[in-house]
Each structure stands twice: as structure tokens, then as C-alpha cells.
Nanobody
Framework: QVQLVESGGGLVQAGGSLRLSCAAS????????MGWFRQAPGKEREFVAA????????YYADSMKGRFTISRDNAKTMVYLQMNSLKPEDTAVYYC????????????????????WGQGTQVTVSS
């Protein structure tokens, strides 16, 4: 089993920044891509960003490009999401997720390609 625990959410004013962290345990962390997703009230869970198992490749949803940065530290089994220039529409619960397949050549953006999820951390951006 894999355990993922997010932290770092909170309340921030528009234009501000937050850094989310996700601590992973339970399987060989460095073998799997990791992703961040978010879900706003009344909306479906959506892809935010993902990083390859080696950390060499990243991918972002269009609305996050240039504002968000995903990174990982395989030695510490941590994945991070640095969020800058936050907007009220970024308000959501943010989830860390571990990809289903090891050493995947592709960076996945669909929820069904991730088989372990954290409990989520709330991010609220006030206007």
C-alpha cells in the first residue's frame, strides 16, 4: 500500500503564493510518476501537474503553466507544488496522486491513471 499525505494548504489573497507538499511512503517512490489534481465544489477532479519518475519531465494544465511548478525529491520521497500568482478560481481541494505504472514513458493526466491518492489539502484564494 501507498500512503500519501498532503500539507501546505491554506487561505491566501489573490496574487499570493503557497507551496504544497506530499509525503509518500509504501513503495519505491522513485519508480513512479506523481501528479497533483484539484477539485472545486460541484466540479470534477481536474489535472493540475505531473512529474516523471526521474523528475526529468513535467507537464502542466494550460491554466497553470507559468504559475505552478511541480518538483520531487526522491531521496526524501516528497513531491511539491509551488503555486504563484494565485487566483480565486484556484480555490479547491488539492490532491497528490501516485501513478499506476512504474517507469512509465508517458506523463499521465487522467485520474484513472493514478491508483493512490492523498486525503487532500484545502487551498482558498480570496479576492
Amino acid at each position: 500500500q501507498v500512503q500519501l499525505v498532503e500539507s501546505g494548504g491554506g487561505l491566501v489573497q489573490a496574487g499570493g503564493s503557497l507551496r504544497l507538499s506530499c509525503a509518500a511512503s509504501g513503495r519505491t517512490f522513485s519508480s513512479y510518476s506523481m501528479g497533483w489534481f484539484r477539485q472545486a465544489p460541484g466540479k470534477e477532479r481536474e489535472f493540475v501537474a505531473a512529474i516523471s519518475w526521474s523528475g526529468g519531465r513535467t507537464y502542466y494544465a494550460d491554466s497553470m503553466k507559468g504559475r505552478f511548478t511541480i518538483s520531487r525529491d526522491n531521496a526524501k520521497t516528497m513531491v511539491y507544488l509551488q503555486m504563484n500568482s494565485l487566483k480565486p478560481e484556484d480555490t479547491a481541494v488539492y490532491y497528490c496522486a501516485a501513478a499506476r505504472y512504474p517507469y512509465d514513458s508517458f506523463i499521465r493526466t487522467r485520474t484513472e491513471d493514478y491508483d493512490y491518492w492523498g486525503q487532500g489539502t484545502q487551498v482558498t484564494v480570496s479576492s
